[in-house]
């Protein structure tokens, strides 16, 4: 892992493969570090030929927490948006995406296939569509436009990703356990889930860094982010839109409506999987993403 300076943070990445090869960059989801990019998912694609980079956004991993700014207020947020008004938030998904195209800029890469998962998608629609010059490709996992007319997340599955839990360093069998119940709704039905690689997962991150308010902070980023469909009518890079059938945090709709959205698009609906990307996914996923590099 290295950490190298953007504008007034630190950015922590990592990379896989020949760094003379083009360069995939790897976005993760709120609240997730980049080790949710596996080593065995990066390890794949590097092995196709490319040089495949993830990195912690701000406010996760180890790169730069924004702890001195207030943690948002979700009731206020919400009041402000229903009333027509755009909340004071630390920072925006545009900042996010703005942070890609910094560190891209201290790597000396000029163009880059992007992969974003979730709120990654979302940071990765961004720059697809502001910074075109800078895009390649765009893949877009599990995300959304933004369409407030789409369907929303199951009330259960957002009831506990909002609930606050025990803090690793105090209960970890606590943190644990409530982590696993998350992670076992929001996954598919149709491959089977590996307590063993989530626990280890979350342990991992723990120990890397436990920020609650850093992913209060992303919350907000993505509450005030609104309607995406007009930029992303602009976007010319190819693009492919991958979404599972069983995803209950953004559901089905959400990504076609991404595809439908993003002219040429391709659409891949995953049947059974959910909000993650089970291992024995892992081929598909690569295969799809190499054959939208190539176009």
Known sequence: MTLTKVRDMELAWDEFGDAANENILLISGLG????????P????????????????????????HFCSAATPDFGALASALMAGRQPDVPYTLHDMAADAIGLLDALGIARVHVVGRSMGGMIAQILASEHADRVCSLTSIMSSTGNPSLPQAAPDVMAMMMRPAPDPMVDSEGFLAA?????????????????????????????????????????????????????????TAPTLVIHGSDDPLIPPACGLDTALSIPGAIHLAIEGMGHDLPRELDQTVIEAICDVTKR
């Open 41 to 64: 998912f990066c390890e794949g694609l590097a092995a196709r030929g490319y040089r495949v980079i993830r990195f912690d956004n701000r406010d996760a991993g180890r790169s730069t």
């Open 179 to 235: 982590r696993l119940v998350f992670a076992r709704r929001i996954a598919g039905s149709s491959y089977p889930f590996d307590e063993e690689a989530h626990r280890a997962l979350l342990l991992e991150e723990a120990r890397r860094c436990y920020d609650p308010g850093g992913t209060a902070r992303q919350i907000a980023a993505m509450a005030v982010a609104g309607d995406r469909r007009a930029r992303l009518a602009t976007i």
């Open 32 to 39: 997730a570090q980049m080790i949710r990019w596996t080593r």
